[in-house]
């Protein structure tokens, strides 16, 4: 009966996952505050343009990532346009990835199948995974990546292992930077088992990364350093943030946190594997939820962190108290039970992430497309897609000027002094997150011309140059 539960609640949540992320995939206009900045970085690299550009002057957009990500989605360029389906499609595709190597590493435990629907069902009903995975964003190829390395790792033996995990692990850095828990994980481990193999596995990533960001950093004159390590490395952690994320982690997954931690008591003894490793790295790493500028998708790495260490616990449980396990895995499952635009998807606050689109979204999208392709100026389309779909350029990325303007990195008379001329006829924010010296400038150089609030919880406001 516990088993049939199991199966059915892993069912339902891959069901609710698959229809919640195709009509993400099929809608056509911004879901979230990064993803029209990760297109426009695909598109500046399908025209051979750098990434990695001076903020004093136009266009002031930052690309706080390695290349990867967006390098990837450009060779899509010429085929499918400025349009937001190739990068959400990677993402859903890296989920399903994850998803297999989830299921891989429980197979390869060798304690049955349910050990794996429980492990794949935890991915599949996690809320940071369904908020998240749909977008056009950085963060579900890094991941894929980072846990590839880690289950490489873990199950490949020899050489063969090793170079495999270091390649797997420096593609997941080189798409996101934070991802370097999977190598420092995998390293240890390594290390711990042979110093040949830790100094082959640190040589095979750090040798070819120095290299590429050395060069990197030379072709744009140390903006690639500015951009990608300094730009990120000064971003405040609130310690109150990152209290209630990691919080709000604990509690929805407390049951599987609670027998993964069980089995790192003995997992982490004698030479600890990689997974043993990866689980409290990944736990930790959850802090920089508290980052300012993060959001859920810091919490899906310990999510699959703890997904590949229940198939573990599930094997160590003694023969007397085998029920517990698909017990706790169907508490677990039942306890993040969710249904799309109703309960379960919103949690932490944050209502527009995990919103399903609908028509209503899809009737502002078209009429915000009217306006910036009707606009008699120039345009800033905070949310940048809006822009790019109607062939005009993105000119600045406004939460990552204000947290330069706060380092001292950034000033702000360029763009106050283009506001104040009329260079742009109207605005469309979203977000509300504008350098306070350009807000002053919107406040009393444009006025609001339309207010239109969205279904998915985002209020979008237009503005227009108030001549004369």
């Known amino acids: 009966m516990l088993l049939g539960a199991l199966g059915l609640l892993a069912a339902l949540h891959l069901a609710v996952l698959a229809y919640h ?24 690299l399908s025209r051979g343009e750098s990434l ?21 989605w450009s060779f899509l360029q010429p085929l499918a346009g400025p349009a937001f389906w190739p990068g959400r499609l990677l993402s859903a ?28 069902g935890l991915v599949a009903a996690s809320p940071f995974v369904y908020q998240w995975a749909g977008y056009a964003r950085v963060d579900m190829l890094a991941l894929l990546f980072a846990v590839g390395g880690v289950v490489t790792a873990q199950w490949i033996g020899g050489s063969r292992g090793v170079i495999l995990s270091a390649v797997l692990c420096g593609l997941a850095v080189w798409t996101k930077q934070t991802t370097i828990t999977a190598a420092v994980a995998v390293g240890i481990a390594y290390m711990l088992r042979s110093w040949r193999f830790g100094a082959t596995f640190a ?50 997954d ?10 790192l008591r003995r997992g982490l003894t004698g030479r600890p594997s990689p997974i043993a490793l990866y689980l409290p790295i990944a736990l930790l790493a959850a802090v920089s939820a508290g ?21 573990l616990a599930w094997r160590a449980l003694p023969r007397d108290a085998a029920l517990a396990a698909p017990m706790l895995a169907v508490v677990q499952l039942a306890l993040l039970v969710h249904w799309p635009n109703s309960f379960g998807t919103s949690y932490l606050g944050e209502n527009a992430l995990g919103h399903t689109p ?20 120039e345009v800033i389309a905070e949310p940048a897609g809006f822009a790019l779909r109607n062939g005009r350029p993105v000119y600045l990325q406004p939460i990552d000027l204000r947290a330069e303007q706060l380092q001292g990195r950034w000033r702000s008379e360029p763009l106050t002094s283009a506001l104040a001329s009329g260079r742009f006829s109207d605005l469309i924010t979203a977000y509300n997150l504008f350098p306070a010296d350009a807000e002053r400038a919107i406040a ?25």
Not at 297 to 307: F, W
Not at 358 to 377: C, E, F, K, Q, R
């Open 291 to 311: 980052n300012g500028g993060s959001s859920v998708n810091y919490l899906i790495e310990p999510v699959l962190a703890v997904a590949l260490a229940v198939p």
């Open 254 to 263: 407390l049951p599987a946190v609670i027998a993964s931690v069980w089995w």
């Open 358 to 377: 609908t028509a209503a979204d899809a009737a502002i999208g078209a009429h915000l497309d009217s306006v910036v392709l009707n606009a008699p100026g």
């Open 21 to 44: 992320l195709g009509l993400t995939l099929a809608f056509p206009y911004d879901l979230n505050y990064g993803e029209g900045y990760v297109l426009n970085d695909a598109i500046r």
């Open 93 to 120: 595709l890296s989920l399903a990835g994850i998803g297999a190597l989830v299921g891989w590493n429980a197979w390869r435990v060798r304690c049955g199948i349910w050990p794996a629907v429980a492990a794949v």
């Open 203 to 252: 040589l095979l990533i750090g040798v070819p990364s120095v290299l590429v960001a050395g060069v990197l950093n030379a072709a744009t004159a140390g903006e690639f350093v500015r951009h990608v390590l300094a730009g990120n490395a000064s971003n405040p952690v609130i310690p109150l943030r990152a209290a209630v994320y990691v919080a709000a982690f604990l509690i929805l």
């Open 444 to 468: 009393q150089y444009f006025s609001v011309t339309e207010t239109l609030a969205s279904p998915d919880g985002l209020t979008f406001r237009v503005y227009r140059y108030q001549t004369g």
């Open 52 to 72: 990695y550009i001076d903020l004093q002057q136009f266009p002031m957009v930052r690309s706080p990532y390695p290349p990867l990500f967006p390098l990837v």
